[in-house]
Every structure is written in C-alpha cells, then in structure tokens.
C-alpha cells in the first residue's frame, strides 16, 4: 500500500456539515452534479456516517451506510480540466491507496466513486457506469414562458387560475408550517396510490423525510422554500439552494395539491423572478427511472448533465460484488 489514508467522522451538527462537507466536495461542479451539494447527503441522509479522509494533506469527503464506505464525489484536488478526449482524474496513487483501503474496509467488497461528471476516466479503473441523468431549466425559457416550446406551461397556468383564483406565492414562513405537513400528507397519500414497485417507494419515503427536514430546520441547512397559497391553504411548496454566487441553484425537494400540475409550472415561474441572477436550476436526476425521466423532460430542460459512478476495485484488477446502496432521490413533482 502507498501513502495511507486516514479517515475520521466529522461532527453531526448540521450547520458544521453543510459548512465543512462543501469544503470538501467539488463546488465547481455545480449546479450542473447537485452531488456536488451538501444537502444531496444530507436531506436524503438514510442514518449515513460522514467522514473527513486525508492524504497527504488532502481532504475528501466519504461516507458510511450500513458499514459500507463509498466516495459520494470526486474531491476537487482530483478534478482536471476537460480536455479534447474527455476529463481524466488526477492523483493515481490517490485512487489506488483509497481502493485499497476501503476494499478492506468492506470486507472484500470493492468501493465506488459516485458523481462523476462527463464520464470522467481513471486509469487501471473500469469504464464509468452511467446512474441517472440530472436535468438543467434555463431562465431564459422560464422568465416569460413565451413561444410554442412552453404552450402546455401557459396553458397549465391559466387552468390553475381558474380553478384556484386566489393562488399566490410566498416565501416560506414557519406561521405555514402545520398547513405544510397536512399538504404533504395528502401528497403522500396520491403517490401511494399511483405507487409501482419497491423503487418508488423507497424515493417517496426519502421523499417526505427530506420534506419533514425542510420545514424543521431550512435554516440551517441553508435552504430557500417558496409556498403557493389558497388562502391560508398551502397547496404547494418547493426547496431550493442557491449558490452562493448566484451562478444557478437546485432544486431538492417540491410537493403539491394532487391534480394541480399548475402548481409546479408557477413555483418555477417565480423561482426564477424572485432570483433574477440565478441564469440555471437543475431540478435534479431520473435514477434510470422511465416514469421520472418523463415527468422531469416536460419542464422542457435546456441541458442535460449526465453523473456517472466509477468502481473503485483493487490494483489487481478485483471483480465487484454485488452492493445494494441507496440512491439518492430526485425532485418529483
């Protein structure tokens, strides 16, 4: 083995995570990988151990589920430019040293590097293996809602205002919080109905945990809520983080009134007025599901940003075993 490779936890406080894991994650990658975001591990946290790994004065970013240790994003230091044949990742004794490690870490079971941009290569490593694609709105679309592209949108708008003509939208204010929780309980309601399979269930659930997160503690997560109000009736709701230079944003989490799909055209409507700097929101990935590929393709993306995972098996060339992880959930309108 080559250089060691020390981990240890970092501190559970939330504000000290979100603070200390972005340090440790490629922001530069952002919006375009919201694995690249703190509140991609930590609003979809499934009782997940963060640890902070050095080596050779390097920090990086790993993380335990159920005893099993996996890199959720390459560390910035082992980012290199994109060149004309694709991105390669530095530091090869790097990944060969952490491998190695977390090979023994998990008993025989070879590691993974998730969110990977652009197919990234790394030498003596298996080709990348593509998990989700993640989908980018641009506000040059969304700001006016103007030509044929957004017909259905304006069309969705307009029912909504006949149907609920009282409908505006607020910032998040906790006065809606108890209105928030009976919103998400018949959000939940219509998604088990409609559920198929054990996969949707697994996203719905992580679903309402991130949500129920969001409305106890946005604040120290740093997330901005926005309400779409009948009333004093929410009848949507939708997180974001915007980066902190306002080059783009994501969007984690939305719910809304079941048959209103108004609702999710006129939260991205005002998203993006109420951040006039904010040019693109990625509204996150598809987990290779058919069914939200479809929903997320109708909010007409401008870009699609594709994040792949590299298996990180020893230098003898070790076959993975089969390792069930947890994907992290998407926006679901």
Known sequence: MGTPVLFQPLKSDPVFLRERMGSLLPDRLLPALSNAHPLSLLLFDRGLTYLEGTWKGNFFLAVESDGYTFLPAPPPWTLLPEG??????REPSFW?????ILLERNNGIPSYLDGVPDASKLQEFPTPELTETEF????????????PRHKTHRWE??????????????????????????LLARFRRERERK?????????LEDQ???????????RDLGLSGLLVLSQD?????????????????IQFLEAREPGLTGIS??????????????????????????????AKKLDLPCRLSPVYRITLGDSSGHTPASAEQGTLSPKIG
């Not at 004309?84 to 990742?89: A, I, V």
Request: proline share 5%; hydrophobic share 40%; glycine share 6%.
């Open 136 to 147: 980018l709105l641009c506000a040059s679309d969304w700001k006016t809602l103007s030509g």
């Open 233 to 249: 009736r929410v009848l949507g709701i939708a997180w974001f983080a915007v980066l902190p230079d306002r080059r783009g944003a």
């Open 157 to 182: 708008r307009n029912r909504l205002s006949k149907i609920v003509p009282d409908a505006r939208v607020l910032p998040w204010d906790p006065l809606y919080r108890k209105s928030a929780h009976e």
């Open 96 to 100: 060969r040293s952490v491998s190695e």
């Open 265 to 294: 055209v006129l939260l991205t409507h005002h998203f993006f007025a109420l951040f006039p700097e904010v040019s693109v929101l990625n509204i996150q990935g598809d987990v290779q599901n058919q069914g939200i590929r479809r």
């Open 195 to 203: 559920m198929r399979g054990d996969q949707e269930k697994i996203l």
């Open 208 to 218: 309402i945990r991130a949500h129920e997160k969001a409305l106890s503690s946005s």
């Open 84 to 89: 004309p044949s694709g991105r390669t990742l």
